[in-house]
């Protein structure tokens, strides 16, 4: 183990960045599984190395942050700070020192009236933020994993001390918020934070109002040729251009390895301030690098660059240092370190079916609600090719658990309720079941096994569970292969085990075991605007139902960003029989509209309409669906009414979609926000639509009115119709109404 792996977590790595300021992979600092050659590889991509040099290697390649969408979050005294001296106005980054040393003050300032110069509009205003809530959210959500705590103790703020000169208040909140929207590399995730959770941490860490700066055109000017001359768009986008290699830049095979950026004194090339060691990682690099590195190499590339190794463990590397172990926290501590602790990455692969480690990579999926640290969002820049790796390096041999015929069918139905039960092996006292809570203990929900898992995984795990997961309070119950309830299934281990995953295959169709009591089964909205998330028939699995006091209520599909269904009178029914949180349905007849992407940039010859599962095929054969039409959902805020704001995006127009009840009328009301002059096309419904006066249209009885857009109704396959508004997005924010009105 290198010296950076013994001082991983400590206050004594923190210092030892703060004292050298050499850049700062947070990987890199941690129990990391990288040799000499692999530090250096991660290093040059880290670096840029490539933008500059062809022949480099040119794999995963951090991006540099968009200007124009990083710019207004900045203090612009800081920019000019930063642009002189990199590396001591921010210890740490990655940012080199390109300013000759006899103007350097002179160009820094010229510079950064060019680029405040196009700063078009400060950042959106953010709620006031709590200082004591921002230290708890940095401390439980996740950030100490890269950033270490922020305690007090010498030392513990090096890696972020740098922030309150950086960032206005406002700009850190909206960054924090979204930092995928100006870093899309994803070495910053989004946490998916709410507004007043991004503001409260940006109290927090000391941000400010911004310093009002203000530089003449002349200077300006000056500063734009300087931007050209110093070729800052080899790394940076910006006002339509593309990246350029440098000029006058050497090939990888014409390099001299002693000198430029790798020697003692880089200047006139690059300075990235690199440590002695970097710079021996880089050289064993590029001298030894020419075939691609291996599956398994990628993948410690991968999560080393991410700082995966943080949080997970995967064989023998990674985990949770020692010095941060007390962060982590659950609201099911009983349950031990599996409640708090992140789970290992080994046979990743094959234990997670590939379309719920998608969802899980690329959406946040989750089935620990107890667990308060967060799995970031690191975007499909910095995820690309990752699942594929983990499925073509992790092997298991296959298991076959087949579906029991109709002679065994009763049999093994009640051998699995049995096994499950307070009458077998209690499966319940430590887990959830079916969206119901378990008795004693909360664990993450049985129901999810046949969702989540592939049969060889799950047959290997339930025999021998500590094998998988040292510590792990699970008891087993086949130990080496033999069960301890004889009495069921004649004690036969694959039987049994094959009752369990047919069990869990039943989905809402599974009975309750003995032992489970079932809550409530109806939800009502009495006082307050009630929100219910669970797996819909009306709005799909991942289902969200908002009712109104007055009995106006509608279902929103957050898979793929659509409003499905609506209706008035009772709430919901939960049928506790689910996976998740529970399965709802209307407590009366809905209208029911299309769960079909809702938002689209262009518009097709026919709309993209979502992938069917039926139960002879029930795995999605297409779980990029919304992704690959350029939807993201971002999560909800609720404000003290109860009423639901949901944040989603297409492409890179965000969207804020607020409902609000009137008058028995829904009104709905879209917020963008663009980087630029943009065009979106919204699928309001589909089916037998008739227009009516004034911009109305009506489907179902139900009366859609628009305030302004241009609706367009047009055929579809099936013979039916399809309702289509035409949205111009300028840059900047601009809104969209449309009002529903249900018959009575």
């Avoid at 690199?274 to 691609?292: F, H, M, N, P, T």
């Avoid at 096994?419 to 119901?436: E, R, S, T, V």
């Avoid at 957050?558 to 709430?571: D, K, Q």
Wanted: glycine share 10%; proline share 9%; hydrophobic share 35%.
């Amino acid at each position: 183990m290198t010296n950076k792996q013994i001082l991983a977590g400590t206050a004594l790595a923190i210092l030892a960045v703060q004292l050298t300021a050499r850049p700062m992979i947070p990987g890199l600092e941690g129990n990391h599984p990288l040799h000499q050659v692999g530090e250096g590889l991660l290093l040059a991509g880290e670096l840029r190395c490539a933008s500059c040099h062809e022949g480099m290697p040119a794999d995963d390649i951090k991006e540099a942050p968009d200007l124009a969408k990083s710019l207004p979050f900045l203090d612009p005294a800081y920019l000019q700070r930063y642009l002189e001296t990199p590396s001591r106005a921010h210890p740490g980054t990655t940012m080199p020192a390109i300013l000759p040393e006899q103007n350097r003050e002179a160009l820094a300032k010229s510079l950064s009236a060019y680029l405040l110069a196009l700063v078009k509009s400060p950042p959106p205003k953010f709620p006031q933020g709590s200082k004591e809530e921002g230290r708890r959210l940095y401390h439980e959500t996740g950030c100490v994993a890269c950033h270490f705590p922020m305690e007090g103790k010498p030392g513990h703020k090096a890696t972020l001390s740098h922030v309150p000169r950086k960032y206005t208040h406002d700009g850190l909140a909206a960054f924090l918020h979204d930092p995928l929207h100006s870093r899309p590399s994803g070495r910053m995730p989004d946490m998916r934070l709410t507004k007043q959770e991004a503001s409260s941490i940006a109290t927090f860490l000391g941000a400010r109002d911004g310093t009002a700066l203000k530089y003449d055109g002349a200077l300006a000017k000056e500063g734009k040729q300087a931007f050209l001359d110093l070729n800052c768009v080899a790394c940076h986008k910006l006002e339509g251009q593309g990246f350029t290699v440098a000029k006058h830049s050497l090939p990888l095979a014409k390099l001299n390895l002693a000198k430029g950026c790798l020697s003692q004194k880089p200047s006139p090339a690059p300075d990235f301030n690199l440590d002695s060691d970097q710079v021996e990682a880089i050289r064993a690099a590029l001298k030894g690098q020419e075939a691609k590195p291996a599956p398994e190499t990628q993948i410690e590339l991968a999560l080393t660059r991410l700082n995966c190794i943080a949080c997970h463990k995967r064989g023998d590397y990674g985990g949770v240092a020692p010095a941060i172990d007390k962060y982590f926290h659950s609201t099911e501590e009983a349950l031990g370190n599996e409640s708090r602790i992140p789970p290992p990455l080994t046979l990743v692969g094959a234990k997670l079916r590939p379309d719920w480690l998608d969802q899980v990579l690329h959406n946040g999926k989750s089935i620990r609600p107890y667990m308060k640290t967060r799995m970031p969002q690191f975007g499909n820049v910095a995820l690309e090719g990752l699942p594929g790796l983990f499925a073509q390096v992790d092997k298991m041999d296959a298991i076959e658990l087949p579906e029991p015929g109709r002679s065994e069918n009763r049999a093994t139905r009640d051998a699995s309720h049995k096994l499950l039960g307070d009458q077998g092996l209690n499966c319940i006292a430590c887990h959830n079941y079916n969206g119901k809570p378990g008795p004693g203990l909360k664990g993450l929900d049985l129901m999810t096994t046949f969702q989540r898992l592939q049969p060889a995984w799950f047959y290997n795990y339930m025999k021998n569970p500590a094998a998988y997961r040292p510590g792990i309070l699970m008891p087993s119950y086949w130990p080496e292969g033999k069960a301890v309830r004889t009495d069921i299934l004649g004690g036969d281990t694959h039987a049994q085990l094959r009752a369990l995953w047919y069990h869990f295959s039943l989905g809402r169709s599974a009975g309750d075991p003995s032992g489970l009591k079932s809550p409530p089964q109806i939800l009502e909205a009495k006082e307050k605007v009630q929100v219910y998330r669970g797996r819909s028939q009306v709005a799909g699995y991942r289902g969200i139902a908002v009712g109104f006091p007055k009995g106006l209520n509608y279902a929103f599909n957050a898979n793929n960003g659509a409003l499905t269904a609506l209706w008035r009178g009772g709430f919901v029914s939960v049928g506790w029989r689910g996976q998740g949180p529970g399965n709802f349905n209307p407590a009366e007849r809905p209208i029911q509209l299309a769960q079909d992407v809702a938002f689209l940039h262009e518009l097709p010859s026919s709309w993209p309409l979502r992938p069917q599962t039926t139960k002879e095929n029930p795995v999605d054969p297409d779980p990029l669906y919304p992704k690959n039409h350029g939807y993201q959902f971002l999560g909800y805020i609720v404000d003290a009414s109860g009423t639901p704001t949901f944040r989603y995006q297409c492409g890179d127009i965000q969207i804020q979609d607020q409902s609000l009840e009137s008058g028995g009328i829904l009104h709905r009301t879209f917020e963008f926000t663009s980087p630029a002059k943009n065009n979106l096309w919204f699928r309001a419904a589909a089916g037998k639509i008739e227009k009516e006066p004034s911009a109305t249209y009506k489907v179902n009885g139900l009366r859609l009115h628009f305030l302004q857009g241009n609706p367009q109704l047009r055929p579809t396959q099936d013979g039916q119709q399809e309702l289509i508004i035409h949205i111009p997005v300028p840059e900047g924010q601009s809104h969209f109404a449309i009002h529903y009105e249900l018959p009575r």
